[in-house]
T-cell receptor, first 112, second 117 residues
């Protein structure tokens, strides 16, 4: 069964304190791994797609990496505006319709 | 482009009442999805429509029906609402697979917050 587990559930950082969020996955053939950001009361906002182990993508203070079993979202020198819930999802090759399996998310809080 | 839009933004129902959640996208996407999000449960797929004219069940379809009205619109209906259907509902859409059939990104709407009393 395809499964996604994110850790930690919640992370509190001081402004400028770098850290990483983890997304562990079990999938029968990875077609794509997706990172989203979700602000309170809003819909998920797309950040990155990773397709194969070793791939990395960056956007401002965020960098996503992928191995065969997990993905990391590295946050360098975070600012309070980076506070949000970060969601990880996978798409498998054998699922029909392009369905995504989501993790439960990591709630990030960055204090000034 | 507005992207994915959802109506209403918030709704309160009594147990047994019915309602339809509306979703529309203006990105010419082929596939559309309905998810629900509950605390501690993450996003779970209710129904999806891989292309116009088709619909399929997701992980939690019981108590729901869907209609793919046309390429732009995908509605979710609760025939007899129950308190267990209190949740935040998100609609999403994506295009068909590109070269190499790599994973395609789903884009989400702002959500409908539903409270069933």
């Amino acid at each position: 069964e395809d499964q996604v587990t994110q850790s930690p559930e919640a992370l509190r950082l001081q402004e400028g304190e770098s850290s990483s969020l983890n997304c562990s996955y079990t999938v029968s053939g990875l077609r794509g791994l997706f990172w989203y950001r979700q602000d309170p009361g809003k819909g998920p906002e797309f950040l990155f797609t990773l397709y194969s182990a070793g791939e990395e993508k960056e956007k401002e203070r965020l960098k996503a990496t992928l191995t065969k079993k997990e993905s990391f979202l590295h946050i360098t020198a975070p600012k309070p505006e980076d506070s949000a819930t970060y969601l990880c999802a996978v798409q498998a090759w054998d699922n029909q319709g392009g369905k995504l399996i989501f993790g439960q998310g990591t709630e990030l809080s960055v204090k000034p | 482009n507005a992207g994915v839009t959802q109506t209403p933004k918030f709704q309160v129902l009594k147990t047994g009442q019915s309602m339809t959640l509306q979703c529309a996208q203006d990105m010419n996407h082929n596939s559309m999805y309905w998810y629900r999000q509950d605390p501690g449960m993450g996003l779970r797929l209710i129904y999806y429509s891989a292309s116009e004219g088709t619909t399929d069940k997701g992980e939690v379809p019981n108590g729901y029906n869907v209609s793919r009205l046309n390429k732009r619109e995908f509605s979710l209906r609760l025939e007899s609402a129950a308190p267990s259907q209190t949740s935040v509902y998100f609609c999403a859409s994506k295009s068909l697979a590109g070269v190499g059939l790599i994973g395609e990104t789903q884009y989400f709407g702002p959500g409908t917050r539903l409270l069933v009393l």
